[in-house]
C-alpha cells in the first residue's frame, strides 16, 4: 500500500521516503512514480504529508531516508549544487501564490529562468513571448504582476514553468487562490501545454474537480501514499 | 436513485455475520442503524429471509418454542459472507442521493470487521474516474456541454467531500456503531 516499486518507463521514482519534523512524521514510507507526459494529482487532507511529498521529489527537501529517482538518477545522492542546476534546467514550478517578481514585468518574468541558465536577453524574451502566446497572456508582456489579475498572473507562471522546456512540472495548489472559472482555465491550458511537449506534471491539490484533469491520482494520509489506480 | 429493496438483502445478510439472530432482532438491528426515518416492515424481513435461504446465503440454525410468526434464528453461511464482501467491495454507480447506501456499507464494513477505508476509497477512485471522463469531455466540447458536464462535476465534487469528511470520521464512527 504504501511502497510503489519502480515502474518500467518510469521518470520519476520515489520509494519508502521518511521525513519528519521534530515529533512529526510528514512522510512515513510514501512511494511515487510519474511516467513522462504523464499527469499525477496528489490529494490528502491538510497536513497529511503531500506538500512534504511534493518538495522531496523536486529535490527541495531531502528525505531523511528512502531513495528518488530521476532519469536513472538517484537525486538523494546528487549535492546542493546539482539538484539546483537539475531544478534549473529539468523541472518547472507553479505555485499558489507569490511567485512572481513584482519589479519586473511579465515578459521578464517568464524569460527568467532562460536568463538564470545563460540566455542572452532577446533570444529569453522570443522564447517568453511564444509561451505567454500559448497561455494566452502574450497582450500582458509589458506589465507588471501588481497590474493583472489573479488568473492572469497564475498563467504567467504557467508560461515560466514551462519556458525552458522542463520534463517534470511541480505544481502546488495552482488554481488555490483562482474562482471556478479562472481555475478552470489555467488546469486546461497547463495541462494541454504539459501534454503537447511531454512534459510530467505533479500536481498538489485539495480540489476534485482539479484533480480531474490528471490522468491518475494518488491519496497521502498520514504520510503514506496510496495509489488510486489500484484501490478498484 | 438509492435502491432500498435492492440492499436490504445485503443490509440484513451483512447484520447476520456479527452473529445469528432472529427475524425480530435482525428487524430491530437494521431500525436502530438504518431505519430513522423509515424502520423496515416485519413482512419485508421474512420475505427477505426466505429469499436469502432459497439462495443458501443464510441457513436455520434453530427453531424456539411458541406461537409467534417466525421463531427461526438464522445464521449465515460461508456463500453469505463471500456475497457481503462482494458486495461491500464493489463501488456504487456515481449518482445523486447514493450517500444513503454508502453510509449504510460504512456501517456495515465496521461491524464486520472490514477496511472501510478501502470501501470508501473504492468509491472516491470511481467517482473520480467518471470525474475524468466527464472532464475530457468538457474540454472537447461546446459551452453547453460544458454546462452539462459542470453540473455534473459540482454534484460528484460534493459526493466526494462527503467522502473525505466521513474518511476523517471513521475511527468516531466505529466507536459508535459497536455501542
Same mark, same amino acid.
Given at each position: 500500500?504504501?511502497?510503489?516499486?519502480?515502474?518500467?518507463?518510469?521518470?520519476?521514482?520515489?520509494?519508502?521516503?521518511?521525513?519528519?519534523?521534530?515529533?512529526?512524521?510528514?512522510?512515513?514510507?510514501?512511494?511515487?512514480?510519474?511516467? @513522462? =507526459? +504523464? #499527469?499525477?494529482?496528489?490529494? %490528502?487532507?491538510?497536513?497529511?504529508?503531500?506538500?512534504? *511529498?511534493?518538495?522531496?521529489?523536486?529535490?527541495?527537501?531531502?528525505?531523511?531516508?528512502?531513495?528518488?529517482?530521476?532519469?536513472?538518477?538517484?537525486?538523494?545522492?546528487?549535492?546542493?549544487?546539482?539538484?539546483?542546476?537539475?531544478?534549473?534546467?529539468?523541472?518547472?514550478?507553479?505555485?499558489?501564490?507569490?511567485?512572481?517578481?513584482?519589479?519586473?514585468?511579465?515578459?521578464?518574468?517568464?524569460?527568467?529562468?532562460?536568463?538564470?541558465?545563460?540566455?542572452?536577453?532577446?533570444?529569453?524574451?522570443?522564447?517568453?513571448?511564444?509561451?505567454?502566446?500559448?497561455?494566452?497572456?502574450?497582450?500582458?508582456?509589458?506589465?507588471? @504582476? =501588481? +497590474? #493583472?489579475?489573479?488568473?492572469? %498572473?497564475?498563467?504567467?507562471?504557467?508560461?515560466?514553468? *514551462?519556458?525552458?522546456?522542463?520534463?517534470?512540472?511541480?505544481?502546488?495548489?495552482?488554481?488555490?487562490?483562482?474562482?471556478?472559472?479562472?481555475?478552470?482555465?489555467?488546469?486546461?491550458?497547463?495541462?494541454?501545454?504539459?501534454?503537447?511537449?511531454?512534459?510530467?506534471?505533479?500536481?498538489?491539490?485539495?480540489?476534485?474537480?482539479?484533480?480531474?484533469?490528471?490522468?491518475?491520482?494518488?491519496?497521502?494520509?498520514?504520510?503514506?501514499?496510496?495509489?488510486?489506480?489500484?484501490?478498484? | 436513485?438509492?435502491?432500498?429493496?435492492?440492499?436490504?438483502?445485503?443490509?440484513?445478510?451483512?447484520?447476520?455475520?456479527?452473529?445469528?439472530?432472529?427475524?425480530?432482532?435482525?428487524?430491530?438491528?437494521?431500525?436502530?442503524?438504518?431505519?430513522?426515518?423509515?424502520?423496515?416492515?416485519?413482512?419485508?424481513?421474512?420475505?427477505?429471509?426466505?429469499?436469502?435461504?432459497?439462495?443458501?446465503?443464510?441457513?436455520?440454525?434453530?427453531?424456539?418454542?411458541?406461537?409467534?410468526?417466525?421463531?427461526?434464528?438464522?445464521?449465515?453461511?460461508?456463500?453469505?459472507?463471500?456475497?457481503?464482501?462482494?458486495?461491500?467491495?464493489?463501488?456504487?454507480?456515481?449518482?445523486?442521493?447514493?450517500?444513503?447506501?454508502?453510509?449504510?456499507?460504512?456501517?456495515?464494513?465496521?461491524?464486520?470487521?472490514?477496511?472501510?477505508?478501502?470501501?470508501?476509497?473504492?468509491?472516491?477512485?470511481?467517482?473520480?474516474?467518471?470525474?475524468?471522463?466527464?472532464?475530457?469531455?468538457?474540454?472537447?466540447?461546446?459551452?453547453?456541454?460544458?454546462?452539462?458536464?459542470?453540473?455534473?462535476?459540482?454534484?460528484?465534487?460534493?459526493?466526494?467531500?462527503?467522502?473525505?469528511?466521513?474518511?476523517?470520521?471513521?475511527?468516531?464512527?466505529?466507536?459508535?456503531?459497536?455501542?
Amino acid at each position: 500500500m504504501t511502497a510503489h516499486a519502480a515502474p518500467a518507463g518510469s521518470l520519476l521514482t520515489a520509494t519508502d521516503l521518511r521525513k519528519t519534523y521534530g515529533p512529526t512524521h510528514a512522510l512515513d514510507g510514501a512511494g511515487f512514480a510519474i511516467h @513522462p =507526459g +504523464e #499527469v499525477v494529482a496528489i490529494m %490528502g487532507p491538510s497536513g497529511s504529508g503531500k506538500s512534504t *511529498l511534493l518538495h522531496c521529489l523536486a529535490g527541495i527537501v531531502t528525505p531523511d531516508s528512502g531513495t528518488i529517482t530521476y532519469a536513472g538518477r538517484d537525486l538523494t545522492a546528487m549535492s546542493d549544487r546539482e539538484r539546483s542546476a537539475l531544478r534549473r534546467s529539468e523541472f518547472g514550478f507553479v505555485f499558489q501564490f507569490g511567485q512572481l517578481v513584482p519589479e519586473l514585468t511579465c515578459v521578464e518574468n517568464v524569460a527568467l529562468p532562460l536568463r538564470l541558465n545563460g540566455a542572452g536577453r532577446r533570444q529569453a524574451e522570443r522564447t517568453a513571448l511564444d509561451w505567454m502566446r500559448k497561455l494566452e497572456v502574450d497582450g500582458l508582456k509589458d506589465k507588471r @504582476p =501588481g +497590474e #493583472v489579475s489573479g488568473g492572469q %498572473g497564475q498563467r504567467v507562471a504557467v508560461a515560466r514553468s *514551462l519556458v525552458t522546456g522542463p520534463r517534470v512540472v511541480f505544481a502546488d495548489e495552482p488554481t488555490g487562490a483562482l474562482d471556478s472559472l479562472n481555475g478552470e482555465r489555467v488546469m486546461q491550458l497547463l495541462t494541454e501545454a504539459a501534454r503537447a511537449t511531454n512534459a510530467a506534471v505533479v500536481l498538489v491539490t485539495h480540489e476534485t474537480r482539479v484533480a480531474a484533469y490528471s490522468d491518475r491520482e494518488i491519496v497521502v494520509r498520514d504520510g503514506r501514499s496510496r495509489d488510486m489506480e489500484h484501490a478498484i | 436513485m438509492y435502491s432500498r429493496a435492492m440492499s436490504i438483502g445485503h443490509t440484513l445478510l451483512a447484520l447476520l455475520e456479527t452473529g445469528p439472530r432472529h427475524g425480530y432482532d435482525l428487524k430491530r438491528a437494521f431500525d436502530d442503524k438504518f431505519g430513522h426515518d423509515r424502520p423496515l416492515a416485519y413482512g419485508q424481513v421474512y420475505s427477505t429471509m426466505s429469499r436469502l435461504l432459497k439462495n443458501g446465503l443464510v441457513e436455520v440454525e434453530g427453531i424456539e418454542p411458541g406461537d409467534g410468526p417466525d421463531r427461526k434464528r438464522y445464521a449465515i453461511t460461508d456463500a453469505g459472507i463471500t456475497d457481503v464482501a462482494a458486495w461491500l467491495a464493489q463501488p456504487e454507480k456515481p449518482e445523486p442521493y447514493l450517500q444513503s447506501t454508502l453510509y449504510t456499507k460504512v456501517v456495515l464494513a465496521l461491524l464486520t470487521g472490514r477496511s472501510a477505508q478501502d470501501l470508501l476509497d473504492t468509491q472516491r477512485a470511481e467517482h473520480l474516474r467518471l470525474m475524468r471522463i466527464l472532464t475530457t469531455r468538457k474540454r472537447k466540447g461546446d459551452l453547453a456541454d460544458q454546462l452539462v458536464c459542470d453540473h455534473a462535476l459540482f454534484h460528484l465534487e460534493a459526493d466526494l467531500r462527503w467522502l473525505e469528511l466521513t474518511a476523517a470520521r471513521l475511527d468516531q464512527l466505529a466507536q459508535e456503531v459497536r455501542r
